[in-house]
């Protein structure tokens, strides 16, 4: 974008007789002929205010060129003997005709720094750094929670040893009689399959069977997702947008009384809301129908049942129950320790698989434990 450069002219105050606003082009007083001196004010120059948004000076730009000259001849310097401001041009003193010593003060020219570079289009909105300190505390207290747990289970699952003693045995014994009994079940259609039925022989080699399919009738087995409309769905977001152009303006002091200010117009950015929407699909569950029929089948069904139990050094043993030849029985065995450990304040349990496990532990008898910190006992041995 085009540069637009001008020059403005600074004004300085005699101290001599007061004059005020002397055009910097005057390097002497127009009123009491003084010097401009390196003394208080007189060494700055007033360049009047500026505009706070643009940078732009109030004051207009001088074009004559008589002023352009003086403006580009250089910082002022003052001389060493007399003190009077010259051109930076001149070797010479205006005033006393001294010459330019490598002691004279100087004024500085400022370096020309180029305009800023544009101003960056903004990049994501700050709430992210909120969201960012959010995550951070919830990642911090995940860290803490799932960490003390974890310390916790660790120690929970420690074990130590302790000692106890079997406080008593006891053992149940059952014996059922089942029989072969016909039933009548349901059963999906895709799922049933017609096979005959077998009677066991010596309560072994039957099959149950599926006779007699019937009364097929659409029953809910499932249920399916389906589509059931949608809804646009609206949140109100920002953005950073260009919009037009805004003159920025910036000054360099050319050390005389002048200085060049450069002026261009560059992208501005506004803060743009926009509607972003989505279409939302809404699923509802359908019931899903297929026919379920009645049938006929056979099952094991109890007759009856005999039980047996006994401790202590009793030894286990099986109740009667004659059986009838299409009948089967089936057996049912539990043994079980009572343990005190601990000093006798703690109790638990321990149930041998088999009669023969079961027969290797006596009451009174000493058995050491591995208990873990939690209070579960892992392991129990005789001692
Ligand atoms: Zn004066
Ligand atoms: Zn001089």
Known sequence: MAKRTRIIEGMWDCSSCGTKGILARHKKCPHCNNPRELTGQESEFDFGD???????????????????????????????????????????????????????????????????PEQPAPAAPKKRGALFKVGMVLGGLLVFCCGSSIVYGIWSSMTHET????????????????????????GWADELHAQSSRMPVNGAGEVAGVQNIR?????????????????????????????????KC???????????????DVTKYCDESYEDCRNETHYRDEPVYAPKCTYDSYQWKEVTHREASGGDGEPPRWPDLSVSPEDRLRREEKYTLHIAYDGGKKNTTFEPKTEQEYLGWKKGQQVSLTVSNGGEVKQIVPR
């Open 50 to 116: 500026t505009d706070a948004a643009t940078g732009k000076s109030l004051r207009e730009g001088v074009t004559d060129e008589k002023a352009l000259e003086l403006a580009n001849a250089g910082a002022d310097w003052f001389c060493a003997y007399c003190g009077a401001s010259n051109r930076g041009d001149q070797e010479i003193c205006k005033n006393c005709r001294a010459e330019r010593g490598t002691d004279a003060k100087a004024l500085q020219e400022e370096a020309d720094p180029g305009l800023p």
């Open 215 to 247: 009364g097929c009738v659409p029953r809910q087995r499932t249920t399916r997702k389906v589509a059931d409309g949608t809804e646009r769905v609206c949140s109100t977001k920002h953005r950073k947008t260009a919009c037009g152009t805004e003159e």
């Open 250 to 264: 910036h000054t360099r002091n050319k050390g005389n009384g002048f200085k060049e200010e450069v002026c261009e």
């Open 163 to 186: 000692t106890g003693q079997v406080v008593s045995t006891d053992w149940k014994r059952t014996v059922y009689q089942e029989r072969f009994t016909p039933v009548t079940l349901e």
